[in-house]
């Protein structure tokens, strides 16, 4: 099953994520399918903390892939902004 969910690259105390597909049994920072987008808590304004290609998102969504809690928030916001 492919999941979308955040990958954690930086280092300590200075996490940045990337919002990967990837197959659900594999670990968090291990391999993926394709980075979908990418998203750094530390930033102040939406367009600063996150960035999604919402199209390669909806494919993957599409090909029955299930959405992290996290991402699904991102997403939401992302789609709120663009409108």
Do not use: H
């Amino acid at each position: 099953m492919v999941k979308i969910r955040l990958r954690k690259t930086g280092c300590n105390r200075v996490a940045t994520f990337r919002v990967v597909a990837c197959d659900s049994r594999s670990p968090r920072d291990g391999k993926f399918l394709e980075i979908l987008g990418w998203y750094d808590p530390r930033k102040e304004t939406l367009e600063q903390k996150c960035g999604l290609n919402l199209e390669r998102v909806a494919y993957w969504k599409s090909q029955g892939a299930q959405v992290s809690e996290t991402v699904a928030s991102l997403i939401k916001q992302v789609q709120k902004a663009q409108a």
